[in-house]
């Protein structure tokens, strides 16, 4: 009797709604693409855990590496997810979340030289859509990663 009452009692209660970093796992995995140019970049993202996520990336042209940067995602003082990038020769910036939705999220720095957005979006379970904008100088800028899903074994 007792134990019916508990499973009862559990299967009444409520599951726990997914925290804000746990609706990012889209972005986890590995990443891909190749540029016209022969630029090779690779972005890998570990799946939530302990409240963040990590990330690094790196682009190789000619056999040479050309650029990286490592990347997180956690609480900032606040509480807030925030996106904090430290890319290869430069300092470390944050960019605090803005909006999120089901396979998509925008984080925004306006103060921040370039970019000022930072956004990734899933396509489908193959495609990940990074994205960064902001101005320069007054003029619009952006740029589009096409990422698509590292073949098994990479």
């Known amino acids: 009797m007792i134990g019916s009452i508990l499973a009862l009692a ?3 209660t409520p599951a726990a709604a997914p925290s804000e970093i746990d609706k990012l796992a889209f972005i986890g995995g590995c990443w891909t693409l190749t540029r016209p140019n022969g630029t090779k970049i690779d972005e890998q993202w570990l799946a939530p855990a302990g409240g963040a996520m990590i990330g690094m990336s790196r682009s190789v042209r000619d056999g040479k590496l050309r650029e990286f ?17 430290l ?13 999120i939705a089901e396979n998509t999220v925008t984080f925004e720095n306006p ?5 000022q957005r930072i956004l990734y979006r899933l396509v489908d ?5 990074a994205r960064i904008e902001g101005s320069v100088g007054g003029q619009a ?12 074994g990479n």
Do not use: N
């Open 10 to 12: 559990l299967a009444a």
């Open 69 to 85: 940067e490592f990347m997180r995602i956690l609480p900032a003082a606040d509480g807030k997810l925030q996106y904090v990038a």
């Open 87 to 99: 890319p290869s020769g430069q300092t470390e910036a944050a960019f605090p979340i803005k909006e």
């Open 111 to 115: 103060q921040h030289d370039f970019p």
């Open 125 to 129: 379970k193959d495609t990940l859509v």
């Open 141 to 152: 800028r952006s740029a589009d990663f096409p990422y698509k899903r590292c073949p098994v």
